[in-house]
């Protein structure tokens, strides 16, 4: 792949070094909402992820580690509806589990943690089967990453991929791919009838189908993926591969630069037919081109189908040698800027079959680095430094993270 590189090394340490007293950082004493300790998007939680990878790695302090993972697991862990992947016990399972890098070590908060998040995830899919049985349409929430059953198939997946809750969420999104019953327009099951932000809105009158890896349909498509490449397969897993796949190929969008995707699909797209120029994504994780390329990346893999793969690849690699595209980027965080760009390229170019996105990865460390001098100082995981600095990690090691850290974003 590409060389480490000895400045992204650097600067990560740096912005470790940073954050690694909690005193200085002011949002885990007075946090409230996804700056909660338990948080992993803007908590201590997702802090304690960087210090955890970087300990792991020979490069950090596992007291600083440690010191972070107890901030983060110091008030009453959140296991009931508003828990998931971000929050509450299932957050504090999957930082816990990145820090247990021995057999032993952490078992006893692992069990009880593991213990929480197993049966909060039984009470989801009782509920998600009992809205398909009615015919109802979802909310994003029921299934999406961040906060609904992709994120928390992610987590089980990793940690017992052989337990029956891990299968159980598979069969579930399985269920979710077909579609509902007395639907007039043909609209996929994951169709849901709000808005984007999981909100009904008078713009959004008949809902959207959502495309993107944060809240849409790239997340199950991932997860689905990565489960048959881990040999874990359900019944029908091949045909909901193939019916997300087809779905997203029939809204693939065809231009000089490359394949794109739009973020989603309006009822008066399905009826048109067509989607506008307007509706191309900047080229982030969460609703652009490129999460939604790694989730086909990964199907084309899971199937064989060689073709789907090196479609994906040609799109990332569109996005990645447009200047213009990159230039939406004036961010560096995971969810929306160029530090979640760089770890998707990462991981697409791990696993492609020739050299042409990895030889983008210099480029892009040199944007990500440069976008850092002018970037207010932010602590978070999901859109500030601690997510930077985890990206930086993996450009200055040329490694993957050994905590599987981008997991939570469904990447690997």
């Not at 016990?89 to 021995?102: H, Q």
């Not at 191309?280 to 652009?288: F, L």
């Not at 460390?365 to 100082?377: I, Y």
Request: aromatic share 6%; net charge negative.
């Amino acid at each position: 792949m590409s060389r480490p590189h000895p400045q992204a090394l650097a600067t990560a340490a740096a912005i470790a070094d940073r954050l690694a007293h909690p005193n200085a950082v002011r949002s885990v004493h007075h946090g409230n909402g996804r700056s909660r300790p338990q948080s992993l998007a803007g908590g201590a939680a997702g802090i304690a992820l960087l210090h955890i990878e970087r300990a792991r790695a020979g490069h950090g302090d596992w007291n600083t580690a440690h010191t972070w993972l107890t901030i983060a697991a110091r008030d009453n862990l959140s296991a009931g509806p508003n828990a998931n992947l971000y929050f509450g016990a299932p957050t504090l399972a999957f930082v816990t589990r990145a820090a247990a890098d021995r057999p032993g070590k952490l078992a006893r908060a692992l069990t009880d943690l593991d213990a929480s998040t197993i049966a909060l995830t039984r009470r989801r899919l009782d509920d998600a089967h009992a809205r398909i049985d009615r015919g109802d349409q979802p909310a994003l929430a029921e299934f999406d990453l961040i906060r609904g059953l992709a994120g928390l198939g992610s987590y089980h997946l990793r940690r017992h991929p052989d337990d029956d809750v891990t299968r159980a969420v598979l069969s579930y999104l399985v269920r979710l791919t077909e579609p509902l019953p007395d639907n007039p327009d043909g609209l996929p099951g994951w169709w849901t009838d709000v808005s984007p932000n999981g909100d009904p809105s008078p713009d959004f009158p008949a809902g959207h189908g959502n495309l993107g890896m944060s809240h849409g349909i790239a997340a199950p498509l991932a997860l689905l993926s990565l489960a048959m490449l881990r040999g874990v397969v359900v019944e029908e897993h091949v045909d909901a591969i193939a019916r997300i796949c087809a779905w997203l190929d029939t809204w693939q969008q065809e231009q000089p630069s490359g394949s794109w995707w739009p973020g989603y699909i309006t009822l008066d797209h399905v009826y048109k037919g067509h989607v506008e120029e307007s509706s191309h994504q900047r080229p982030s994780w969460c609703y652009g081109t490129p999460g939604i390329a790694r989730a086909q990346q990964l199907a084309g893999l899971a199937t064989g189908n060689v073709a789907r793969q090196r479609a994906a690849e040609a799109a990332m690699l569109g996005c990645l040698q447009a200047p213009d595209q990159l230039d939406r980027l004036p961010e560096t965080g995971l969810c929306h800027g160029m530090a979640g760009l760089f770890q998707v390229a990462w991981r697409m170019a791990a696993d492609a079959d020739t050299p042409d996105i990895a030889n983008e990865l210099p480029g892009l460390t040199e944007r990500l680095l440069a976008g850092l001098e002018s970037a207010p100082e932010d602590a978070e995981f999901l859109d500030g430094h601690a997510g930077v600095a985890l990206a930086l990690q993996t450009a200055g090691t040329d490694t993957a993270p050994l905590t599987h850290w981008d997991a939570c974003l469904l990447l690997a």
